[in-house]
């Protein structure tokens, strides 16, 4: 639902051309997963995740529909799909025939789980089974999840930079068609996210908790709360934090030379934060992220989404900017609004 157009978006961002497949009538399913809808009647997750594309219609179980998708595929690059295994197939759409027929034709598939698993890919599933609301969450709290749908977002991530390594060896020779049959999993790209916090649990053979707005290896790199509004100290190095302690007048602690390496202030967590919770109870927020950014200490106020897109060329058509250098050439399309253009002349459609 959303990992797919995440990466077709990012690799129409870089400039390819995009043609979005959909089923007649109802065309894709986030199409409707709203409130809220502009306008148009456009659902903002379907406008997120689908400009710089076109949108043809297609029903794959009809034959003169599934030869029209047969012909796009024989002119096309690449090939993102996320259909489950063997739904294709029963279709009358093989893909290794495909590959071998199109010698240079990538192929990438997206699916939740191994290649064994037929069970359908939700991010919110893959949440929970893949250990990241285990650790998300206050400490004494329930399991939670992450407010963004990051699995998709990071597999569509993978996927696009799994297109894009397979694009640049096709440029160097012939590929085989076994290298260009791609298969990204969310399973697999959330498990690989939990980088550190996975390093840890293999170092120490403890399990990872739940360490709220606080860090498991840090100390302070946490949430604080001002006078006013919460928030965050990001102390990533000691030196950091003898600007951090001096910053805040706290005296006591810049002197205390036990404190002068990280590790001894993971030991005296709870000293320290509250030391510097009271501290900063003092003064509103932005008075402590002028004082600790002039000592070149990382922080910074938690801002709600409005003011996190404040200032930017965020857009409620083409939602927010690329994070790659990219540009925003199309809107995101109606459904089959390029599907006559598409149907009579296939990738032409984009000359």
Not at 43 to 48: D, P, V
Not at 276 to 281: C, F, L, Q, S
Not at 288 to 300: H, K, M, T, Y
Not at 308 to 313: S, W
Request: aromatic residues 6%; glycine residues 10%.
């Amino acid at each position: 639902m959303l990992a797919g157009p995440v990466c077709s978006m990012i690799l129409g961002d870089l400039g390819a051309d995009v043609i979005k497949v959909e089923r007649p009538g109802a065309g894709d399913e986030t199409r409707g997963w709203g409130p809220p809808f502009n306008s148009d009647g456009e659902s903002a997750y379907f406008l997120a995740v689908n400009r710089n594309k076109k949108s043809v219609a297609i029903d794959i179980a009809d034959s003169a529909g599934r030869q029209l998708l047969i012909d796009l595929i024989c002119g096309a690059d690449v090939v993102l799909e996320n259909f489950l295994p063997g739904a294709l197939d029963r279709l009358g759409l093989h893909r290794d025939a495909l590959l071998i027929q199109n010698r240079s034709l990538i192929w990438c598939t997206i699916a939740g789980f191994e290649a064994d698993s037929n069970r359908p890919g939700y991010d919110f599933v893959i949440q929970a089974e893949c250990g990241w609301m285990s650790i998300t969450g206050e400490r004494d709290g329930r399991p939670m999840k992450i407010g963004v749908a990051l699995a998709d977002v990071i597999a569509g991530r993978d996927a696009a930079i799994a297109i894009l390594s397979a694009v640049a060896e096709r440029a160097a020779g012939e590929v085989p068609a076994t290298k260009r049959a791609l298969r990204i999993s969310l399973a697999e790209s959330a498990r690989a996210s939990l980088v550190n916090v996975a390093q840890n649990v293999l170092v120490s053979g403890a399990d990872a908790g739940r360490w709220g707005n606080a860090h498991p290896n840090l100390v302070p790199y946490q949430l604080f709360d001002a006078a006013d509004r919460p928030f965050v100290i990001a102390v990533g190095s000691d030196a950091q934090w003898d600007s951090c302690a001096r910053a805040l007048d706290l005296d006591q602690l810049v002197a205390d030379r036990s404190l002068r390496t990280n590790a001894g202030r993971v030991e005296q967590r709870e000293r320290v934060v509250g030391a510097i919770g009271a501290r900063v109870k003092e003064r509103n927020a932005q008075q402590w992220i002028d004082r600790l950014e002039s000592a070149g200490v990382p922080c910074g106020l938690v801002k709600s989404v409005r003011e996190a897109l404040d200032g930017t060329a965020a857009d409620a058509l083409t939602g927010v900017p690329p994070s790659v250098p990219g540009t925003v050439r199309l809107p995101p399309p109606k459904l089959d609004e390029h599907g006559e253009a598409i149907r009579s002349v296939g990738w032409r459609a984009f000359g």
